[in-house]
Structures are given as structure tokens and as C-alpha cells.
């Protein structure tokens, strides 16, 4: 069993015009686009509770979905002030590096909670 801790960060940080990167205590760098962060929001104006059905739709959320800030909620989470106001939803480390969208992570079976879906 290994002691690295591959959910706390090191670093959180704006990567671009819209993206956020993640350094990892374990080495690891995770960079997400701020559009794929808003459509994977989990809070209940985004999903419904019971059922777990998506609420969002994605052709509610701009291409170029920015974010006003980011803060640190306990040791634990971010929650992130989305351009278009949205801001109830907290993004856990957990579960942001198990959606981790580098090309490693998602060979190796990472979740797609926080990938925005393919275009047609």
C-alpha cells in the first residue's frame, strides 16, 4: 500500500484564458478547461438529488466559459466562480484527480466527469 498523497495539491493556479492547473503533491499536473469544470458540476442546481440526472445542458454553457475566481474550501476542495455567476458547486480534490483529463489518466481509466462531451 502506498503513502503518496495523490489527492492534495500543491499548487492551484490559472492556466491560460480558461483553464485551471492542479500541481500534485505526488509530481502529478492536471489541467482543466474551465468549460469541462462547469458542465461536471455536481451541486444540486446541476444535478437532481434523487435521481442523479443531469440538470445542466451543455448548449447552456459557452465554448469559452471563463471563471471569476477560485478559492480553497478546507483542505479539501475548490469552489470556483464560473463567468456566468454559477458558484454553489464544490469541486473535491478526490474527485478532481480522479477525472483527471491528461492522456495518462485517461489510459489508465480515469473518470470523465470533468471532459466535456465531443461536439457533433
Known amino acids: ?31 482543466y478547461r474551465t468549460r469541462g469544470l462547469r458542465l461536471g458540476c455536481g451541486c444540486a442546481n446541476c444535478v437532481e438529488e434523487m435521481t442523479g440526472r443531469k440538470l445542466l445542458q451543455p448548449d447552456n454553457v459557452p465554448e469559452d466559459m471563463d471563471v471569476k475566481s477560485i478559492e480553497m474550501t478546507g ?28 492522456a495518462a489518466c485517461r489510459e489508465s481509466g480515469a473518470g470523465d466527469r470533468f471532459i466535456e462531451p465531443a461536439v457533433d
Open 75 to 102: 483542505r479539501y476542495g475548490l469552489k470556483i466562480v464560473f463567468a456566468d455567476g454559477h458558484d454553489t458547486g464544490i469541486f473535491t480534490f478526490k474527485a478532481l484527480r480522479e477525472n483527471c483529463p491528461c
Open 1 to 31: 500500500m502506498s503513502n503518496i498523497d495523490t489527492t492534495s495539491p500543491l499548487e492551484v493556479t490559472r492556466s491560460g484564458p480558461r483553464a485551471i492547473s492542479v500541481k500534485w503533491k505526488d509530481g502529478h499536473h492536471s489541467i
